[in-house]
């Protein structure tokens, strides 16, 4: 069984003092800035100099902004784009690491497939959050929390998991509860996640079953709100209680049709399809070719967005979508 952590687990004390520099001020990087300085630490956000908004944006919410030339303290926490993180890295950040210092990550992509090697004298920690940063930060004001991952993979003080969970504990993740885990297994999950199920596997199977209605002479607009719109109520349903609950929630047809039909759709072969995807996770094929497509220009990535703003499903969505104005 995995160990989770809670408040009584945590303490700030390790961040007493401290400064900690946020790089970023996106969706994650403001979330935490402002939850780390309202929970009473020293926080300051480095940002490039050509990015203005994010400059106002954090002066604004009273969150000290200095450039990525300026970067400094105590615990300098990563929160920038994967693909970009290891030239700031090279260029702002690695002669900046003081000793027994601590560098944090949110996702382990980078650490994991050595795209950032920090040096042997600094921690080296992940919390990584299971939201979005606007969530993250909606919880905090509310007295609550989002659940977060934390991990380890590199204890040069001697005290890095103890850093960590004061992280945790100052952006609310404490509140609710803290899972320790590894970097390694933090990053192979979260990208057969999003492969196989969370984005990719779920994008195909919405589009794929509107082709089959839609080639069989159904009304694209009946197609698109039984194979899409209606997913939410579902998904809903199963985040709420688990997949019992969404089978205890549907009707008796639904019950049977789905417990029947659906094995038929994923099969033996789409499971070891999976197995195989895990395994380009895991050897590191995945990661080579998404870093090579990144220096590339992203030429495959870019043609596969534009294909898929352009599928049918998107421009009878966007039609249908205005029935439903509270969904804004």
Sequence with gaps: MARIYSDRDASLEPLKGKKICIVGYGSQGHAHALNLHDSGLDVVTALPEWDKESWKRAEKDGIKAVSLENIEGDLIAMLIPDMVQPEVYRKFVHEKLKEKSAILFAHGFNIHYNQIVPPPNVDVIMV???GPGPLVRRMFVEGKGVPALVAVQQNA?????????????GIGATRVGVIETTFKEETETDLFGEQVDLCGGVAEMIKNSFEVLVEAGYQPEVAYFEVLHELKLIVDLIYEGGIFNMWK????TAKYGGMTRGKRIFTSAVKEEMRKILREIQSGEFAREWILENMAGRPVYNKLLEMEAS?????????MRKLIPWLK
Excluded: C, F, R, T
């Design 157 to 169: 003080s001697g005290k890095a998991l103890q850093i960590a969970l004061a992280y945790a504990k």
């Design 249 to 252: 929630a549907v009707s008796e």
């Design 311 to 319: 599928h049918p499903i998107e421009l009878v969505g966007k039609e």
């Design 128 to 130: 990584a959050p299971k």
